[in-house]
C-alpha cells in the first residue's frame, strides 16, 4: 500500500507561485525563467502572489494569467 504524504502550507503556496509564473510564460509565449526574472525584479512574488494566495488560487488559469500579466506590466512600468 502507497504511503499518503501530507503536504505543507508553504509547499502548496510555492506549488501555486510556479503555477503563476509557468501559467503567465505560456500566456506571453516566452519561457519560464524569463517571466520569473520580470516577477522578481518587480517584487510581485513577495508583494502580490504571496499576499494574495487566498483570493488568487480561485481563479481560473486563464483569469489569472490576464491578472498577473497586467500586474506585471503595470509594475515594471512603475520601475
Not at 510556479?18 to 501559467?23: P, S
Not at 506571453?28 to 525563467?33: G, R
Not at 502580490?48 to 489569472?64: A, D, M, Q
Request: charged share 30%; proline share 3%; hydrophobic share 35%.
Amino acid at each position: 500500500m502507497e504511503k499518503i504524504r501530507k503536504v505543507s502550507k508553504e509547499q502548496v503556496v510555492m506549488a501555486f507561485v510556479a503555477t503563476c509564473i509557468e501559467t503567465t510564460a505560456r500566456q506571453l509565449n516566452t519561457n519560464y525563467n524569463e517571466i520569473y526574472r520580470r516577477m522578481e525584479r518587480a517584487g510581485m512574488i513577495e508583494n502580490y502572489i504571496l499576499p494574495n494566495y487566498e483570493p488568487l488560487h480561485s481563479e481560473s488559469r486563464e483569469v489569472l494569467a490576464e491578472r498577473l500579466i497586467e500586474c506585471l506590466n503595470n509594475w515594471e512600468h512603475k520601475q
